[in-house]
Structures are given as structure tokens and as C-alpha cells.
């Protein structure tokens, strides 16, 4: 099954700074790779997802690149803001259509702090 | 429209007793999810249902079992609770093909077992 690999487990920046959270997967059948934001106490969000047919995907602050040879990818956000503190998990899966859907698998996670 | 709704949200469990967490969603989704949520160790994926009637096991599914009688609801439940059970759950759903927008999650149950 798919394993998903996340580094680092923690990251402080100050604000202002960029910040890069990266992650492997093992399934060469994922196509799917979300990234969520977690707040304490809260539930995971949707912030950006990439699927394997670009290698690229920017939304304001927020990209991520995808490297479907190596099978890693990675989360960018610039301009840090201490509103960006957070956990952030990257996950993978095999959205296919059909029968070969997989689940998501999610990383361990990345405590982001950013301080003023 | 509430998306996807957990109850309830906190609870305190002796072991050995027995409890049902519901999650319901109101977007039609097929595919559900439990997953379980423990500090360092990200989400994990206790059981899944792609459809009413179906059910099958995810990461970590022991001590578990899962209904799906209806369509909108998932029901996880605890036999007898133990304290390694003690974790925060997530619920999520998530449509399919043209209707996939990613997985909606519930807000969570934080469970203790004591």
C-alpha cells in the first residue's frame, strides 16, 4: 500500500520568511496529493491539491510542485503570516475512475510556526 | 447545506463500554471515512465505505466496526473501549469522477477512554 513520508516534522520561520514542507510517496499509481491545514482544535482543510498531469499549481501564497520521478513533492508558502501557523499534512492517493480508487494516506505532519 | 456533521463532539469512556460515533453528510457523497487523529502520527484510516451497504477495512481496523445503511450516514462503534482507543476521530466524505472535489472532514469526536 501507499506510504506517505513528510519533513520536516517541525519548522519556525519569522514572518515575512518563505516556508517549504516536503513529502514522498511510494505508490507510483498516486495521482492525487492534497495538502491540509490543520488549527488547533480544529478539522483538516483543503488548501491546495496537485494531480499528476502538472507539475505545478500556485494559489496566492501557497504552491506546490509535484516531481512524479522521484515521487515527491512539496508545499510553498511565501510571506509567512503568523496567521499561517498551523499543522500542514501532505497525503496521496489513486483518484482513478472505475475500481482502482485508493484512500488517502496522509503524512505525519508539519507543526509551521511563524513568528512576528 | 452542513457539510459533513460528527456527534458527539467530546466523550468520556470507561473500559469496556461501548459506544457509536455518527457521522452524517449531506452532499450525497459515496465514498466515507473514518480516520484517527494522534499526536505524531497524522490521520490515520481506521474504515471506509465507497457505497450504501459496503464497508471495508482501512490502516488500522481493529477494535472497530462500520455501518452504512444509509447513503448520508457512517457509524463507527466501539465494542468494548480501551484506553488505546483514547484519540480524536475524523469523519470524511468525498463525491466521485466530475464530483470530486477533494474529501470534506467533520469537525471530530475527541474520545478518552479511562
Known amino acids: 500500500g501507499e506510504n506517505v513520508e513528510q519533513h520536516p516534522s517541525t519548522l519556525s520561520v519569522q514572518e515575512g520568511d518563505s516556508a517549504v514542507i516536503k513529502c514522498t510517496y511510494s505508490?507510483?499509481?498516486?495521482?492525487?496529493f492534497p495538502w491540509y491545514k490543520q488549527e488547533l482544535g480544529k478539522r483538516p482543510q483543503l488548501i491546495i491539491d496537485?494531480?499528476?498531469?502538472?507539475g505545478e499549481k500556485k494559489d496566492q501564497r501557497i504552491a506546490v510542485t509535484l516531481n512524479k520521478t522521484a515521487k515527491h513533492f512539496s508545499l510553498h508558502i511565501t510571506e509567512t503570516q503568523p496567521e499561517d501557523s498551523a499543522v500542514y499534512f501532505c497525503a496521496a492517493s489513486n483518484q482513478g475512475y472505475g475500481g482502482s480508487q485508493g484512500n488517502l494516506i496522509f503524512g505525519k505532519g508539519t507543526k509551521l510556526s511563524v513568528k512576528p | 447545506n452542513a457539510g459533513v456533521t460528527q456527534t458527539p463532539k467530546f466523550r468520556v469512556l470507561k473500559t469496556g463500554q461501548s459506544m457509536t460515533l455518527l457521522c452524517a453528510q449531506d452532499?450525497?457523497?459515496?465514498?466515507m471515512y473514518w480516520y484517527r487523529q494522534d499526536p505524531g502520527m497524522g490521520l490515520r484510516l481506521i474504515h471506509y465505505?465507497?457505497?450504501?451497504?459496503?464497508?471495508a477495512k482501512g490502516e488500522v481496523p481493529d477494535g472497530y466496526n462500520v455501518s452504512r445503511l444509509k447513503k448520508q450516514n457512517f457509524l463507527l462503534g466501539l465494542e468494548s473501549a480501551a484506553p488505546s482507543q483514547t484519540s480524536v476521530y475524523f469523519c470524511?466524505?468525498?463525491?466521485?469522477?466530475?464530483?470530486?472535489?477533494?474529501?470534506?472532514f467533520g469537525s471530530g469526536t475527541r474520545l478518552t477512554v479511562v
Open positions: 505508490d507510483s499509481a498516486s495521482n492525487y
Open positions: 470524511a466524505s468525498r463525491g466521485t469522477g466530475d464530483r470530486f472535489h477533494g474529501y470534506t
Open positions: 496537485i494531480r499528476s498531469n502538472v
Open positions: 465505505s465507497v457505497g450504501e451497504g459496503t464497508t
Open positions: 452532499m450525497n457523497h459515496e465514498y
